[in-house]
């Protein structure tokens, strides 16, 4: 008697603490961010420097002075020291002038011709922490600074992706603005209304939020219904109304096998793995791969198009140093043999010190960090890019 009592004391209306706790964390979030950007400004991309615009594109930097001094194409900003500094919009532009001049099509703008598909890569993996927002968003934004019309779609209710691109999704989106409003059963908006421009001049995003859960849940009901179109088919029909404006479609999926990130799959025309290589990942991933297999067996029989141009594991947060993960790595290429990108990307403080501050390697500045460790991960970075890329050309038959 005494002890229920004692328990009728302390219980406490869960609802309502968690609600509470959810209001002052939101109050927190937002002075932060407050903090971090002033308010109602969006996020702005920095300059380029020569010696790194002439590495995306290719040339040698004395080329690019050359341009300049001859009065061609964009002019650079003259910064300290002389150096010469480039806007993100001024590197496209080159581009677009280089291609003009350019021996083979396709040298300096490497996206879609004549009657090239538009390619769809999924970043998944249902191991939370496994690197897919991460790879997912250093993808998508040198493959906008490589020349490619890029469309990137957070898929994840928890929006990390769309964080680190400047929106806070408690504050940004209360009206929807997800790809939840262009895929939901009743009233669906055009996948245009839903898109939105970043500050990289060929990179544009559709954001998430909680609201993408709703079509987890409305989805057995349709089932049940039986009215609409299918679950599986309705991200693809979206996507093919922007078909046009982009190279590539770029997904970061949430850490679950639901009906987004299957819908995701099955409008994928790529798809990409994240590999954290320890046991546990490795168990975990393999679960995954089980029901991946079964889910999409299903869709498949549905009438869901599951083919692929190519599927890669990308090894993720790589320490070279580390036996464990050797082994992990080792075993994985025994198995999967190609399928695994032969670039890992380094585990790095240079990355997650950027996350930090919601930003990703290719937003920082060089001296922000100590050269060597900030070129390692570059260096990382740019090659798993670069494979990839290659798959996509590859894809296009080239
Ligand atoms: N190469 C890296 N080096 C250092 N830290 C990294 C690296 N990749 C990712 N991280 C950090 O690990 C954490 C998890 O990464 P990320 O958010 O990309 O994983 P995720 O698979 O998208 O997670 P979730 O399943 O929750 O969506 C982040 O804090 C990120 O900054
Ligand atoms: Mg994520």
Same mark, same amino acid.
């Given at each position: 008697?005494?002890?229920?009592?004692?328990?009728?004391?302390?219980?406490?209306?869960?609802?309502?603490?968690?609600?509470?706790?959810?209001?002052?964390?939101?109050?927190?979030?937002?002075?932060?961010?407050?903090?971090?950007?002033?308010?109602?400004?969006?996020?702005?991309?920095?300059?380029?420097?020569?010696?790194?615009?002439?590495?995306?594109?290719?040339?040698?930097?004395?080329?690019?002075?050359?341009?300049?001094?001859?009065?061609?194409?964009?002019?650079?900003?003259?910064?300290?020291?002389?150096?010469?500094?480039?806007?993100?919009?001024?590197?496209?532009?080159?581009?677009?002038?280089?291609?003009?001049?350019?021996?083979?099509?396709?040298?300096?703008?490497?996206?879609?011709?004549?009657?090239?598909?538009?390619?769809?890569?999924?970043?998944?993996?249902?191991?939370?922490?496994?690197?897919?927002?991460?790879?997912?968003?250093?993808?998508?934004?040198?493959?906008?600074?490589?020349?490619?019309?890029?469309?990137?779609?957070?898929?994840?209710?928890?929006?990390?992706?769309?964080?680190?691109?400047? /929106?806070? %999704?408690?504050? $940004?989106?209360?009206? @929807?603005?997800?790809?939840?409003?262009?895929?939901?059963? *009743?009233? #669906?908006? =055009?996948?245009?209304?839903?898109?939105?421009?970043? /500050?990289? %001049?060929?990179? $544009?995003?559709?954001? @998430?939020?909680?609201?993408?859960?709703?079509?987890?849940? *409305?989805? #057995?009901? =349709?089932?049940?219904?039986?009215?609409?179109?299918?679950?599986?088919?309705?991200?693809?029909?979206?996507?093919?109304?922007?078909?046009?404006?982009?190279?590539?479609?770029?997904?970061?999926?949430?850490?679950?096998?639901?009906?987004?990130?299957?819908?995701?799959?099955?409008?994928?025309?790529?798809?990409?793995?994240?590999?954290?290589?320890?046991?546990?990942?490795?168990?975990?991933?393999?679960?995954?791969?089980?029901?991946?297999?079964?889910?999409?067996?299903?869709?498949?029989?549905?009438?869901?198009?599951?083919?692929?141009?190519?599927?890669?594991?990308?090894?993720?947060?790589?320490?070279?140093?580390?036996?464990?993960?050797?082994?992990?790595?080792?075993?994985?290429?025994?198995?999967?043999?190609?399928?695994?990108?032969?670039?890992?990307?380094?585990?790095?403080?240079?990355?997650?010190?950027?996350?930090?501050?919601?930003?990703?390697?290719?937003?920082?500045?060089?001296?922000?960090?100590?050269?060597?460790?900030?070129?390692?991960?570059?260096?990382?970075?740019?090659?798993?890019?670069?494979?990839?890329?290659?798959?996509?050309?590859?894809?296009?038959?080239?």
């Amino acid at each position: 008697m005494k002890g229920q009592t004692a328990v009728s004391h302390v219980k406490q209306r869960i609802d309502l603490l968690v609600g509470e706790h959810a209001q002052k964390l939101s109050e927190r979030l937002q002075a932060h961010r407050e903090q971090l950007f002033p308010p109602h400004a969006r996020k702005s991309l920095r300059k380029f420097t020569s010696g790194e615009v002439a590495k995306l594109l290719g040339v040698k930097d004395a080329y690019l002075r050359k341009l300049s001094l001859d009065g061609k194409g964009p002019q650079p900003e003259t910064g300290a020291g002389g150096r010469r500094l480039y806007t993100p919009q001024d590197i496209l532009d080159l581009r677009h002038l280089l291609e003009k001049g350019a021996k083979a099509q396709g040298t300096y703008l490497p996206g879609r011709r004549g009657e090239d598909h538009l390619q769809v890569i999924s970043v998944i993996n249902f191991k939370g922490g496994s690197g897919k927002t991460t790879t997912a968003a250093h993808l998508a934004q040198k493959l906008a600074l490589d020349g490619y019309r890029t469309l990137v779609i957070d898929l994840d209710p928890q929006a990390s992706l769309s964080a680190l691109h400047g /929106y806070q %999704p408690e504050f $940004d989106l209360l009206d @929807g603005g997800t790809l939840y409003d262009a895929i939901r059963y *009743e009233d #669906p908006v =055009a996948l245009k209304d839903v898109i939105q421009k970043t /500050y990289f %001049p060929n990179l $544009d995003i559709v954001p @998430g939020n909680l609201d993408l859960m709703e079509f987890e849940h *409305e989805t #057995p009901r =349709a089932l049940v219904g039986g009215s609409g179109e299918m679950f599986f088919t309705r991200v693809g029909s979206k996507l093919a109304e922007v078909r046009d404006d982009y190279d590539v479609v770029v997904f970061d999926c949430p850490p679950q096998l639901g009906f987004l990130t299957m819908s995701a799959l099955s409008a994928a025309t790529a798809v990409l793995v994240t590999v954290h290589p320890q046991m546990l990942d490795v168990m975990s991933m393999c679960q995954f791969l089980l029901m991946t297999s079964n889910l999409l067996g299903v869709v498949s029989e549905a009438g869901g198009d599951m083919s692929y141009d190519w599927l890669r594991y990308v090894v993720t947060r790589y320490e070279p140093g580390d036996g464990p993960q050797n082994q992990m790595v080792s075993f994985m290429r025994a198995m999967f043999g190609e399928h695994v990108l032969n670039h890992p990307v380094l585990k790095s403080t240079a990355i997650s010190d950027a996350g930090l501050t919601k930003q990703t390697l290719y937003e920082v500045e060089r001296n922000q960090f100590t050269r060597a460790t900030y070129d390692r991960a570059m260096e990382s970075l740019n090659s798993v890019n670069e494979e990839i890329e290659g798959l996509i050309q590859a894809a296009w038959g080239r």
